[in-house]
C-alpha cells in the first residue's frame, strides 16, 4: 500500500477573513471570556477581556493604525514575550489587512536587522525590555540603522501601565498609549470599509522559522491558511464556546497564534496567558485558578511540570485536553500527561511554521498506541505522502522516507525568496518538511527524526529517536537526547546527552552501555555519556542539537 493519505473532506473549509470570522464569533458569545492574561505578580489582578471588549480594543488599535496610514499589505512586527497585546496587534493587523511580522522575542540586534529589512517592516510594536533583553535599545538602533522602518511603539511593561520606555527619542517613537489615541482620529466606518475589502487568501503573517542554521526565511500564510487550520485543530479537540485554553508557549510561534489564539477565539473559547514567558508553576497555577480546559506545551514543558516538587498539590481537575506539539514526546511523559495531569483526551499535533502549522493529529478515540507512539493521521482537507528522499517516488507503507504534505495549509512562498520556496514546494504543491517518517496500514504516522539528525555510523542509519526512548526507560534518567558525533573509523558515534532525576547516582558511559547490553545491537550504543543540567533550546523549545553537536566536538576534541 502506498505511503499516501488524504484527510476528509466532508467539512468545508472557512471562506471568511481573519477578521470576519472574529466578528462573527463576538456576536455569538458577547459576553463569554476570550482573554485572561494571569497576574504578573503574585496579589496582583489578571487583566480579564470578553469578546465585546475585545473586540472593541482591537478596533481601537485597528483604528490608531490606520490613523498612522497603515495600508493593507504592509508590515507591521511584534516583538515581545506574551501578553494581552500581542494578541489585540494580532486581530488589529487581521482588521486592517497589515501582514504581523512575528520577531522571536530571543532575537538581538543583528537578527531583529535582518528581519527587519527582510520583511520591509513599516512598524515595529516592541516590549520596552525583558528579563535577557534591552527591547528598547534594539528597536532604537534598527529604526537608525533600516530605512525602511518609520516607526516604533513600546508596549507597557509586563501589562503595568506606569512602566514605560523611557522618553520618546524621536517623532517615530510613541508609547502604546499615545498610539490608541491615535483611534479618535479615524471613524469606525472606514476600519469597515478596510475589512469589507480584505480577501481570505491575502497574506496576513509572516513567520520567520526557527531554523538552527542559516538566516531565517519569512514564512508567508494567509488568512485561510492559518485560520481553517487554528480552527480545524479546535474542531478535533472538541472546543466549544466553554473551553479555556491555557497557552504558555510563545506566541511568536504559531503554536501560541495559530493553535493557541486562533483556534480558541474561532470556537468562542478563552485563551489564558499564564505569563510573559514559560515556567513550569505559572502554567499549572493558570490552569488551577482560571479552570483550564486544555493545557499545551512542547514535551520539555510537560517534563518540567510534572517534575515540580509540589507537582501533587495543583488541582488539575477542570483538565480534559491540550496540545502536545513542537517534537517528539516520550512515551512515558505522554502517559503521565494522561493519567496524572487529567489530559485523557490530549492530542499530539504535528506540523511546521510552513503549513501553518498542523498537518497531522491524533484523534480522540485513537488508541493509546496511536497517540503515544505516532502523530496522528492527516488534518482534514490535506494529504500527506512519504517520498524516497532521493528520487522523489512515493514509498510504500513502513518505509521511512521523507514527510511531505499538500493542500490549503501550506504556505504561500518564503517572503520575496522565490528560489528558497522552489526548493520546499515542489511543483506538484508538496511541502517537502526535511523530516524523516513512515506512515503505518491504519495512515498514522510515525516521524523518526529530522533527515540531518540522522545518524550514520559504520554505513548503519540511527535514528536518535530510537535510542533515546529506550534510554528514557533508566531510572535515572529524567531527559536526554542522542546525537552523532565525528569518528574517524566509523563516520560518526553517538553521545547520548542526559539529565538526571534529582537525587540520581552519576551516570557514565560503561553504566549506559551496561544499560543498554543485550538489549539494543551493539552499534545503536551510545559510545559518549554526557550528563548536563539542561539542553540548548531555542524559544519555541526545540532542542538545538546542532548547537549540542558543535559543543561536544569541541569538548571532546574530535
Ligand atoms: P516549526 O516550524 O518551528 O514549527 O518546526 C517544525 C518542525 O518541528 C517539524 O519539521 C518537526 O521536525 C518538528 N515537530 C513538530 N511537531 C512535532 C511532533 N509532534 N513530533 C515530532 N516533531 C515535531
Not at 502604546?176 to 481570505?200: F, I, N
Not at 504516522?445 to 526512548?469: A, H, L, Q, T
Request: net charge negative; with cysteine.
Amino acid at each position: 500500500m502506498r505511503a499516501y493519505t488524504a484527510g476528509d473532506t466532508d467539512v468545508p473549509l472557512l471562506d471568511e477573513t481573519i477578521g470576519q470570522n472574529f466578528e462573527r464569533i463576538v456576536a455569538g458569545f458577547p459576553f463569554h471570556d476570550a482573554l485572561i492574561e494571569a497576574a504578573p505578580v503574585p496579589g496582583a489582578d489578571a487583566r480579564r477581556w470578553s469578546y465585546t471588549k475585545l473586540n472593541d480594543d482591537v478596533d481601537r488599535l485597528a483604528r490608531a493604525l490606520l490613523a498612522r496610514g497603515v495600508t493593507a499589505g504592509e508590515r507591521i512586527g511584534i516583538w515581545s514575550p506574551n501578553c494581552a497585546e500581542w494578541t489585540i496587534l494580532q486581530y488589529a493587523t487581521a482588521k486592517i489587512g497589515a501582514i504581523l511580522v512575528n520577531v522571536n522575542p530571543a532575537y538581538r540586534s543583528h537578527e531583529l536587522e535582518f528581519v527587519v529589512r527582510q520583511s520591509g517592516m513599516r512598524m515595529l510594536v516592541a516590549a520596552p525590555s525583558d528579563r535577557a533583553s534591552d527591547y528598547t535599545g534594539m528597536a532604537r538602533q534598527a529604526l537608525a540603522e533600516c530605512p525602511e522602518l518609520k516607526e516604533l511603539v513600546f508596549l507597557p511593561d509586563g501589562g503595568q501601565p506606569q512602566l514605560q520606555a523611557g522618553d520618546p527619542e524621536t517623532d517615530a517613537e510613541m508609547t502604546y498609549a499615545e498610539l490608541l489615541k491615535r483611534a479618535d482620529d479615524v471613524g469606525h466606518s472606514v476600519l469597515k470599509a478596510r475589512l469589507a475589502g480584505l480577501d481570505p487568501d491575502d497574506p496576513i503573517n509572516l513567520q520567520y522559522t526557527s531554523g538552527t542554521t542559516g538566516f531565517p526565511k519569512g514564512a508567508t500564510l494567509t488568512h485561510r491558511n492559518i485560520l481553517n487550520n487554528g480552527y480545524s485543530i479546535g474542531e478535533l479537540l472538541g472546543y466549544t464556546e466553554h473551553d479555556r485554553v491555557v497557552v504558555p508557549v510563545p506566541f511568536y510561534h504559531c503554536f501560541g497564534m495559530v493553535i493557541g489564539n486562533l483556534n480558541a477565539l474561532s470556537h468562542g473559547a478563552a485563551t489564558i496567558i499564564p505569563g510573559r514567558s514559560f515556567t513550569p508553576a505559572a502554567a499549572l497555577e493558570a490552569v488551577q485558578d482560571f479552570g483550564g480546559t486544555s493545557l499545551y506545551g512542547v514535551p520539555t514543558m510537560f517534563i518540567a511540570e510534572l517534575a515540580l516538587p509540589d507537582f501533587a498539590s495543583y488541582d488539575l481537575s477542570t483538565l480534559r485536553t491540550g496540545v502536545m506539539a513542537g517534537s517528539l514526546c516520550p512515551i512515558e511523559v505522554m502517559n503521565r500527561v494522561i493519567t496524572e495531569m487529567n489530559m485523557k483526551d490530549v492530542a499530539i499535533c504535528y506540523g511546521m511554521t510552513e503549513t501553518s502549522p498542523v498537518s497531522t493529529m491524533t484523534r480522540v478515540g485513537d488508541t493509546m498506541q496511536q497517540r503515544t507512539e505516532t502523530v496522528g493521521r492527516t488534518m482534514p482537507q490535506l494529504e500527506s505522502q512519504v517520498v524516497d528522499p532521493v528520487t522523489g517516488s512515493v514509498l510504500e507503507r513502513g518505509e521511512i522516507g521523507e514527510l511531505c504534505t499538500r493542500g490549503y495549509a501550506v504556505m504561500k512562498g518564503y517572503w520575496n525568496q522565490p528560489d528558497k520556496t522552489a526548493e520546499a514546494i515542489d511543483a506538484d504543491g508538496w511541502m517537502h518538511t526535511g523530516d524523516l517518517a513512515r506512515m503505518d496500514a491504519a495512515g498514522y504516522v510515525v516521524i523518526e527524526g529530522r533527515i540531518k539528525d540522522m545518524v550514520i555510523r559504520g554505513g548503519e542509519n540511527i535514528y536518535p529517536r530510537e535510542i533515546e526512548e529506550f534510554l528514557y526507560t533508566h531510572p535515572s534518567i529524567q531527559d536526554v537526547q542522542v546525537i552523532g558525533v565525528p569518528d574517524a573509523k566509523y563516520g560518526e558515534e553517538l553521545m547520548a546527552c542526559v539529565i538526571l532525576k534529582p537525587g540520581a547516582e552519576p551516570l557514565d558511559a560503561p553504566a549506559v552501555a551496561e544499560f543498554c547490553r543485550g538489549r539494543l545491537a551493539h552499534y545503536k550504543i551510545p559510545r559518549y555519556v554526557e550528563v548536563r543540567d539542561s539542553f540548548p533550546m531555542t524559544v519555541s523549545g526545540k532542542i538545538r542539537k546542532v548547537e549540542m553537536r558543535h559543543e561536544a566536538v569541541a569538548r571532546l576534541g574530535l
